[in-house]
Structures are given as structure tokens and as C-alpha cells.
């Protein structure tokens, strides 16, 4: 394997335990970063907001990123419309650390996705089964993570998508050797993804959970399924008290397994965000990009 | 006695280090909160991950005076890459060393090289927007230096160092970490 994807798959093993935060402001990734947050999402709106405000929605101004650069020492992240090579040449330039090719943005192409081979900065992407998140590695992505349901504050799909992967890893490693061509072909990816998970029982990049959290409760059973860290997007800061719900959900990932401590960190919160449930919802972002 | 080692798996590439010591055939436990940091142990590995987010864990789940002292006290530990920086004068302060974050950028600054460490030998080091010793103290021994920047250091019972030897298939680091700090007598 090129040392670059290692060096890129190594990065998001660095993220692991951790949670991802959305930030729109340097204020704000201050206080993800304070809030214990292992790296930040830049962007100019937060799901929920693009959801209301419609529209085509791109890759944020590279001078509002750039501010949150700034402001912050852990990793930064952006968003870039899938398929627009262009939009990730531009992130790439100005040293993001992680481009989140994203379905919360617009796709630009209905076919393609970004030859992320051709980069040298990594990048994360959304999977609602193994055989998107497979084929999103093959293109060179070198770490994975549920599309969820952005914006929604409603946790339904992000299990969903963390299920079906888990099972569907389970279904590859319990076959038999020559049975794996065949379903290779029906994930419609490489064989040699198919073995690795047939070997490995998991992904050969960190597969984390996004799209929907907005309790440290969520993160904890999204941890419990599988997941190895969290993105929280519209959750923290659409949330009534930010700084105090962002703490919560860190320390929620850590200790995912402990009833305990989750009862105590969960209490006094304030107001989660209102949230949409998925039947009230009209644009679903996780059918963009397969 | 068998040996046992703790890791501090409050976020980050824990996981790393216990495959490198199940390799090694030694026994670990991670570390999440106070209670789990009841039991006995032989040595403490902090991991690779974000400094920021394991202080502040740290210090809200109690762990950070508890650690200080015993490895003040003496106990065992090796810190990689964070855990360089968690055991620095502006942290823990455990060792007299002051380690620069993100000392070769972000991530377009990452990068792996076969480098010698004193003791060891030449092994893989892979730098993930890395740090390095800017300042060394006087009972502080230098083990790597690589362009001029202080890599690996050693004082008393503590080993750290900028790069992740638990993201490699080499296990030397490890295993002089055991042998001459966690079994030898430092």
C-alpha cells in the first residue's frame, strides 16, 4: 500500500474514541475543542439549517475554514460536494487535515464519485452498507462513516446503516472462500475488499457513526453497535446549553459501556435539539451518492 | 508474576497498543474512569490520539492527579505521540522535557522513515501530525534525533516518544520498553 494511504488511514486510527464535532464559527471550535471534541467540521451551515434553508448547498468559503484553522490546534475537516474533484483541490490547497466528501452538500455528479487516489489529503466518507463503504475505500477514502439522517436529530438511519454494515461483515466472514467471488461481485466491489473483511471481521479503515446523534445516550448505543467514535453535527449546537451537551457526548464515548456514568453525565442537559423524525423529512441526503 | 500493563484508553489508538502487547504475549487492561484504575498493574501506556481531548477527560473523570503521582512515584510508563505530550512540563509535568504540538503541521506533514533509536536500533517511525522535544532537561536521556528535533527520550522510569510504534509490525520499542523499564531496574 502507497505510505501516503496508510499514513491517511493512520490519522483517522489517531481520531478513534473520539468525537467529531460541526462547527460554523472559530467561537464554536473553541468550544468543541475545550468540550474534549478530537477534531472539527468546518462549515458554514449546520445540517439541520441546510435542510431548512433548501437550496444548493457547497463547500464553505475557504476563508471562513481557514479562521477555524486559526482558532483550533486539533485537526480540522470540510465538506465537499461528492464528485467535485474541484471543490476537494481547493481544501486540499489551503492543508485541511480530513475532506468529508458529503451528502449533506448538493452532489455534483449523479455517477462519480472523487478519485480520492489522486489526493494526497485523506478523506472520510458515508456509507449506508458494506458495499458503499467498500467501494468509497476502493476509491481511495481512508475512513468510513454512516450517512445517518443529517440534520434530523433522530438516530433511526445511523442504526440502520451501523447494522447493516456489522451484518453484512458477519455474513462475509462466516463464508466460505469460494464463495466470496460471488459476493464480491453482488457488493460490487474487489475481491480482495470482500477477503480482507472475510479475514479481518471488519472494515480496513475506522468506520465511525454519523448522521442523526444528539444524546450522549445515541452516541453511547451507536458505540455499543459498533461504531469507533462519533460525528455529532446539528446535535451540540442547535442544543439549549452546547459546551456542557459537547462534554456529555465525549465522555459518552468513552464510556459507552458504563450505565453508571452515562446516567450521571446525561442529567441536566437542557433542551436536545427539536429534531424532525425520518417520516416528516422530505429530502432524504443519505439516497445521494452510492 | 505476570506482567500487566494499563492503557490509558480515554480516546485515541489504545486499541494499537494492546495488539502490540498481545503480540508480545503480556497481559493489558484499558483505562477509561477511576474505578477501572482500582486494580494493579506493572506499567501505564499513554496512547496516540488529541492531547486536548484526553487532559480534559482526564481531569473530569479524576484521573489526572491519580496518574501524576504514581508515575511520579515511579511506575513504568511510555507515552507515544500524545502521550509524549501528556507526560510533558505543560501537562502531567512528569518529565523535564516541553514537546512543541504539531511540530510538522497537519496532516499534508505526516510521514513514515526507518530511523535509528539508541538502544534499539533502526525501527519504522510513523509521524502523524506529530510532535518533538523542543526543550530537554538535564536528567533527560536523548535516544532519536532526527533534522535536529529530539524524536524519543528516555528519564528514569518513562519512555516516550513523537511517532506511533503500535501502528507498525515492529515491536522492538515495546518490548525495550518492558524489558529495560517495566522488568529492568531503572
Known amino acids: ?97 480530513y475532506i468529508d466528501e458529503s451528502e449533506v452538500l448538493s452532489p455534483a455528479d449523479d455517477v462519480y464519485h472523487i478519485d480520492k487516489r489522486k489526493f494526497k489529503v485523506p478523506f472520510v466518507c458515508g456509507a449506508k452498507d458494506l458495499g458503499e463503504a467498500l467501494r468509497r475505500i476502493n476509491e481511495g477514502a481512508t475512513m468510513i462513516r454512516t450517512k445517518g439522517e443529517p440534520g434530523t436529530g433522530d438516530i433511526i438511519q445511523a442504526v440502520r ?127 445521494r451518492g452510492k | 508474576m505476570k506482567t500487566k500493563i494499563a492503557i490509558l484508553a480515554l480516546q485515541g489508538a489504545f486499541e494499537e497498543h494492546c495488539q502490540v502487547l498481545e503480540r508480545l504475549c503480556v497481559e493489558s487492561v484499558l ?32 484521573l489526572f492527579e491519580p496518574i501524576q503521582k504514581v508515575i511520579r512515584n515511579g511506575l513504568p510508563v511510555f507515552g507515544t505521540c500524545a502521550g509524549m505530550i501528556l507526560l510533558d512540563d505543560q501537562h502531567l509535568g512528569c518529565m523535564d522535557i516541553t514537546v512543541k504540538r504539531n511540530a510538522y503541521g497537519r496532516q499534508l506533514g505526516s510521514f513514515q522513515i526507518f530511523h535509528n533509536i539508541k538502544g534499539i536500533g533502526e525501527v519504522p517511525m510513523v509521524f502523524i501530525r506529530a510532535p518533538y522535544v523542543e526543550r530537554v532537561g538535564g536528567r533527560v536521556e536523548i535516544l532519536s534525533t532526527l533534522d535536529n528535533h529530539v524524536v524519543a527520550v528516555r528519564q528514569d522510569n518513562m519512555l516516550a516518544c513523537s511517532f506511533h510504534p503500535e501502528l507498525t509490525e515492529d515491536t522492538r520499542v515495546h518490548r525495550y520498553w518492558l524489558e529495560t523499564i517495566v522488568n529492568g531496574k531503572h
Open chain 1, 1 to 97: 500500500m502507497e505510505d501516503r494511504t496508510q499514513l491517511n488511514r493512520n490519522l483517522a486510527q489517531m481520531l478513534k474514541g473520539g468525537v467529531i464535532m460541526d462547527v460554523t464559527t472559530p467561537e464554536q471550535a473553541k468550544i468543541a475543542e475545550a468540550a474534549g471534541a478530537c477534531a472539527v467540521m468546518a462549515l458554514e451551515r449546520i445540517p439541520a439549517d441546510i435542510r431548512a434553508a433548501g437550496g444548493v448547498s457547497r463547500m464553505s468559503d475557504p476563508k471562513m475554514i481557514k479562521g477555524i484553522q486559526e482558532a483550533v490546534t486539533i485537526p480540522v475537516m470540510a465538506k465537499c460536494r461528492i464528485g467535485h474533484f474541484a471543490e476537494a483541490q481547493i481544501l486540499e490547497a489551503i492543508e485541511i487535515d
Open chain 1, 161 to 287: 446503516h451501523m447494522r447493516m454494515m456489522q451484518s453484512e461483515i458477519r455474513r462475509l466472514v462466516s463464508m466460505s472462500e469460494d464463495e466470496l467471488y460471488e459476493a464480491a461481485k453482488q457488493l460490487r466491489v474487489p475481491y480482495e475488499l470482500a477477503q480482507f473483511v472475510h479475514e479481518n471481521g471488519k472494515l480496513p479503515v475506522v468506520n465511525f457513526a454519523a448522521g442523526g446523534v444528539a444524546t450522549p445516550a445515541d452516541a453511547a448505543l451507536m458505540m455499543q453497535l459498533g461504531a469507533e467514535g462519533v460525528f455529532v453535527g446539528s446535535g451540540i449546537f442547535k442544543s439549549g446549553n452546547p459546551a456542557k451537551r459537547a462534554q456529555a457526548i465525549v465522555k459518552a464515548v468513552t464510556n459507552y459501556n458504563n450505565p453508571e456514568i452515562l446516567a450521571e453525565l446525561s442529567e441536566d442537559l437542557g433542551e436536545a435539539m427539536v429534531g424532525i423524525n425520518e417520516q416528516e423529512i422530505e429530502l432524504l441526503m443519505a439516497e
Open chain 2, 31 to 62: 483505562i477509561r474512569n477511576l474505578s477501572d484504575w482500582q486494580q494493579p498493574f506493572d506499567g501505564l501506556i499513554l496512547p496516540g490520539g488529541e492531547s486536548t481531548a484526553m487532559m480534559k477527560v482526564m481531569k473530569d473523570e479524576s
